[in-house]
């Protein structure tokens, strides 16, 4: 599956951001109206964090949205590793307007570079391995798109978006259409062209879903060995990704059988926001 390109996610992110000003604007910000509506601010956001940054243009959005007035002037870029107390970015215009966009700004900034830091760190394990980390469906509801995006921007690859692009035929699809060749052709004729994965858990299940015409065949908790006799039996007629048991003292061992990917459930869900700060100045 291909990688989610920031270009096709402006919507995406117009959406993102109206929902999260409705949610914490609402009204209109009470606190914010002690400062006469004329005064002028300057705010430059630091991070406490070494960090990989990711989700600026959710931030432009927000103060787009807001009041384009605000000018935001970034001292980095998507996908750059920042160190602990750099300036990332400076704001100049209408105080009330800093304040009051600083928590949906910084709230898209803090989790979208969380997520691109840990992708980074996870990336950095496999290097000078011929794998590809993928992320899951194991996402924030209604930031999946972002946090995906996110995840390129620290290295590693999207695997499918959501139910709808691509086949992932599990133990319980199996069951109930009858048998991994059953399963495996019918999704050849609901949606021809769309990539096929089946999910096995023994190198018996793998023979048939390589016989049946599997895309991607998911190596489901197998063990080492097993990977590599898999990986042997394959031959390159599929893509083989493991998956389940997957941690950070496992990762690097898991690569070296010859997977093409390693699916990580982590890289969006178990995620440390980035420890942001915006100091103010009139």
């Known amino acids: 599956m291909p990688n989610l390109r920031l270009a096709d996610l402006t919507a995406e992110i117009e959406a993102n951001v109206r ?15 002690l400062i006469p509506a004329e005064r002028l601010a300057k705010a430059t956001i630091i991070t406490r964090d070494d960090c990989v940054i990711a989700g600026s243009a959710w931030v432009d959005a927000v103060f787009r949205q807001f009041d384009p007035r605000v000018a935001v002037h970034w001292q980095v870029k998507d996908g750059d590793r920042a160190k602990a107390n750099q300036p990332l970015f400076h704001l100049e215009g209408p105080a009330r307007a800093l304040l009051t966009g600083e928590r949906s700004a910084l709230n898209f900034l803090q989790l979208l570079s969380g997520v691109a830091t840990r992708a980074q760190a996870l990336a950095d394990m496999v290097q000078g391995t011929q794998v590809k980390l993928l992320d899951t469906r194991k996402t924030l509801p209604g930031l999946r798109l972002a946090q995906k995006y996110a995840v390129t921007c620290g290295g590693c690859h999207n695997h499918r978006i959501g139910l709808f692009d691509a086949f992932l035929i599990k133990e319980n699809h199996i069951a109930a259409s009858g048998g991994i060749a059953q399963a495996i052709a ?9 990539p096929v994965e089946v999910e096995v858990e023994s190198l018996e299940e793998l023979k048939e879903a390589l016989a049946a ?4 065949i998911m190596l489901d908790e197998l063990s080492l060995d097993e990977m590599r006799e898999a990986v042997r039996l394959n031959a390159g007629k599929a893509k083989l990704e493991a998956s389940g048991g997957v941690t950070e003292s496992t990762l690097r061992v898991i690569a070296e059988t010859g997977v093409d990917y390693i699916s990580i459930g982590a890289m969006t869900k178990d995620v440390k926001a980035v420890d942001l700060s915006m100091r103010l100045s009139l």
């Open 19 to 33: 929902r999260a000003l409705l949610e914490d604007v609402g009204s209109g910000d009470i606190t914010a109206q």
């Open 186 to 194: 019918a999704a050849h004729r609901i949606a021809p062209g769309k």
């Open 213 to 216: 015409g599997a895309d991607i």
